[in-house]
């Protein structure tokens, strides 16, 4: 379900107040391929209902270059959204998802294990509620990015 970001706060509250605990991940989720589908399922495993921020098409561009996204926004809400591991699907047009967390809330807030606590902004706000934040190993060899390469190889 794609949510609004003015209306997450209180949706998020509801979900809340009926129990459910939150878990958020964020991300470009540009071509989406294996190593989104089995990260997205491990992010789900922590919680009850698994919300992804889905960086807007003008914040790709600025995190990625000119030639991405290569999917709009809409596309790739779409396609995350019909994935068994996701709940919710929320645009943002941030470079990170700080605004979008103080918001959303999370219980457990997950990036991949190219992260840590010290090169992650948004750890600091998660971890000021109380919520905690997972780390999950990403898949080797399996990046939007390399599959771009390996399509402009063949061309």
Do not use: W
């Not at 990260?39 to 000119?66: E, H, I, M, P, T």
């Not at 000021?128 to 190889?153: D, M, P, Q």
């Amino acid at each position: 379900m794609l949510i609004k970001n003015s209306s997450v706060e209180r949706f998020c509250e509801i979900l809340r107040e009926g129990g459910k605990k939150i878990v958020f991940t964020n991300g470009c989720f540009d071509i989406i391929h294996a190593g989104h589908v089995r990260y997205l399922s491990k992010a789900r495993s922590f919680g009850d209902c698994l919300a992804v921020g889905l960086n807007s098409d003008a914040s790709v561009k600025r995190l990625k270059g000119k030639s991405r996204p290569v999917n709009s926004q809409l596309d790739r809400a779409e396609v995350l959204d019909a994935l068994a591991a996701v709940d919710y699907v929320i645009i943002f047009d941030e470079d990170t998802a700080e605004d979008l967390i103080a918001k959303v809330k999370p219980a457990v807030y997950v990036k991949g294990g190219d992260y840590t606590l010290d090169n992650l902004p948004e750890a600091k706000i998660v971890q000021s509620y109380g919520g905690r934040v997972e780390f999950v190993k990403l898949v080797e060899g399996r990046s939007t990015t390399n599959i771009i390469k390996k399509i402009a190889k063949n061309e």
